[in-house]
Every structure is written in C-alpha cells, then in structure tokens.
C-alpha cells in the first residue's frame, strides 16, 4: 500500500437528510486519527465540534463552558491522564444545571455487553463501537438532539 494511500479517511457522507446545524458537541478523542474521522463525520451531518485530547480536559472545558455551550460529548472511554469513565463521573457531578442531562456516548473498541453495563454505570447515555460508523453516529444524534 502506498503511503498516501494510509492516511486517506473513510468517506464522510450524510445519510438521509440529516442537519445538525446549531448544535455543538465535545469530542474526547486521544487518537488523532479517530478525532479526525469523527469530527468529519459530524462536520457532515452540520454539527459543530471541539476536541478534547483526554478526560481531564474535557472536564475541565465543560466545566468552564456556559451551560448549554455542547449538546453532547462523544468519549473515548481509554486515555491518558483521565479516562472516560473517570471523566463521565466527574462530569455528573459537577453543580451545574447540564452536568446530569448532558448526553454522553462512550466511543471504544470495548463491545462486549459488560463493556456497555459499565459506560451505563458511570452515566454515560449511549455506547458507539470503534470503528465508527457515520450511520451509526447519525442514530445517535437523532435520538438525543431531537
């Protein structure tokens, strides 16, 4: 395989006629790659990304955003310095009033049915499999953002 052939993304394309124009989402991603992919996915479907490299700077980005500022976190569950399980607590407990009803999607390679009981545990509202499907994430939004 050619080198330029590696670092080419799969194809963002919108199923149906989705528009998540207006929303604003946090993606928690350690992997540059997979932080790519997803916010092509989502700048496809009109939604507006930040990207957070672990989990405790994504709690500390929501912790300072306005509340409502993210519609939804998309979170790798395994990183560094915080994971996001440890994240999704954190989150939940901060007092303000979206800490508990912000939706968040644990994003992992982790499928097995014990792996979704624990990102349920934690509060996490949703689990996408790695890799990342766009109709799949498309599902997701629909059921939260509308």
């Known amino acids: 395989m050619r080198e330029d052939e590696k ?3 799969p194809e ?28 092509e996915f ?7 990304c930040t990207g957070a490299q ?3 700077q994504a709690l500390e980005m929501f912790a300072v955003a306005a509340p409502g500022t993210y519609a939804m976190i998309f979170m790798d569950v395994r990183m ?3 994971n ?3 994240a999704t607590k954190a989150i939940r407990k901060l007092e303000r009033p979206d800490a508990r009803q912000i939706p ?4 992992t390679a982790d499928a097995f049915s014990s792996d979704i009981r624990m990102a349920q545990q934690v509060g996490m509202n949703e689990h996408l499999s790695k890799p990342i499907s766009i109709e799949r994430m498309t599902e997701v939004l629909e059921h939260w953002l509308q």
């Open 42 to 48: 989502l700048h496809s479907l009109g939604v507006c």
């Open 104 to 107: 968040i999607v644990a994003m």
């Open 80 to 82: 560094p310095v915080m």
């Open 54 to 56: 672990n989990g405790q």
């Open 7 to 9: 670092k080419q993304l």
């Open 12 to 39: 963002a394309k919108a199923p149906r006629n989705c528009d998540f124009s207006g929303h604003r989402v946090l993606v928690v991603e350690d992997n540059d790659l997979n932080m790519e992919i997803a916010q």
């Open 84 to 86: 996001g399980y440890e």
